[in-house]
């Protein structure tokens, strides 16, 4: 691991405002160049959004931390991730969680994905393929859900799939020049929302891919 530019990125994050040290040891342990196409390798550690395959991204750094950091993940928590991509988010959140749950719709990024995560010695993570927006109902209820690709709507099967007490994170907004990251508490007393910050993210598109799913 490139060490100097992994401190660089460090200190950039918490210049940024990122304060919470599990979130900050996760993305210091987790190294980035493994989860890019090697053309970017010498940009992984730049607080960039980077190509990956099918059109997708990595998200950039400081969007990962915060976003991460809006979840507050507990070590015994149970995580359900929607948009696996490159597995690096959930990299991240297997180093904070029990178990991470995590669905993509194009097949050969998760199993990319998976092979990564466990060459990187990471087995917490459980990989799916299908339509994320559905949840994983047989693994519910969740103690935190992410979405990492942009909903038109707030996805209403993740709020019913999330346990009580439990936090969802997701990118809400039709227009990609206008998206906010939202942030939705359900207790007792209903659901409480927040938004975090304004984000570009790949939509979340409804439905599974059949045609992909030989590859
Ligand atoms: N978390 C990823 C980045 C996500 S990019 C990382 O750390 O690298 C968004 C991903 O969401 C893309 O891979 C896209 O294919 C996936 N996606 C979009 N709509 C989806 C859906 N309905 N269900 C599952 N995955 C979806």
Do not use: C, H
């Amino acid at each position: 691991m490139n060490v100097p530019a992994m401190q660089r990125l460090i200190a950039e994050l918490q210049q940024s405002g990122i304060s919470d040290e599990r979130v900050l040891g996760a993305i210091a342990a987790v190294d980035r160049e493994r989860f890019v196409t090697p053309a970017f390798s010498e940009r992984a550690w730049e607080n960039t959004a980077l190509p990956i395959s099918f059109g997708q991204t990595i998200s950039q750094p400081l969007v990962v931390a915060a976003m991460t950091e809006a979840l507050r993940v507990g070590p015994r928590m149970k995580v359900l991730e929607i948009g696996t991509g490159s597995g690096y988010q959930a990299a991240i959140l297997a180093k904070l969680a029990r178990r991470v749950y995590t669905i993509e719709r194009f097949k050969p990024l998760s199993r990319e994905a998976e092979k990564r995560l466990i060459d990187l010695g990471i087995f917490n993570v459980v990989f799916d393929i299908g339509d994320g927006s559905k949840g994983w109902p047989a693994q519910a209820p969740f103690d935190r859900i992410i979405v990492t690709a942009a909903a038109e709507e707030r996805p209403q099967a993740l709020i019913d799939q999330l346990a009580m007490g439990g936090i969802l994170i997701v990118p809400v907004g039709r227009d990609p020049t206008a998206q906010v990251v939202e942030r939705i508490v359900k207790s007792e007393r209903g659901l409480q929302r927040d938004t975090l910050m304004p984000v570009r993210f790949v939509p979340l598109v409804p439905g599974a891919l059949p045609e992909l799913g030989q590859g």
